[in-house]
């Protein structure tokens, strides 16, 4: 069964630090590019990071550029977002997704919820 499941979100305060994960499984994790996307409440989705197969690469959306960090464990076939100096405006229901084309995705997770505030 093709499935991307995220855990790891919840309430962190302004400036703080939290990671989230996303296992996959039922397809090639470790030949895919991966992405994170980000909906807020009220707003659209928004890309925000990508990793390719071998973690060699990596991008990010300007919002996010410096404070967060993609990641990907192989053998766990595992997804990560490390998020650290988070602002009021990261809060937002987090997705990973695999990516068939450049930000374009065909496969969706669940999402995590990730809420910053005092």
């Known amino acids: 069964q093709v499935q991307l499941v995220e855990s790891g979100g919840g309430l962190v305060q302004p400036g703080g630090s939290l990671r989230i994960s996303c296992r996959a499984s039922g397809f090639s994790f470790s030949d895919s590019y991966m992405s994170w996307v980000r909906q807020a409440p009220g707003k659209g989705l928004e890309w925000i990071a990508e990793?390719?197969?071998?973690?060699?690469?990596?991008g990010y959306a300007d919002s996010v550029k410096g404070r967060f960090t993609i990641s990907r464990d192989k053998a766990k076939n595992t997804l990560f977002l490390q998020m650290n100096s988070l602002k009021f405006e990261d809060t937002a229901l987090y997705y990973c997704?695999?990516?068939?084309?450049?930000?374009?995705?065909?496969?969706w997770g669940q999402g995590t919820q990730v809420t910053v505030s005092s």
């Open positions: 990793t390719n197969g071998g973690a060699d690469s990596t």
């Open positions: 997704a695999r990516d068939f084309a450049y930000k374009a995705h065909d496969i």
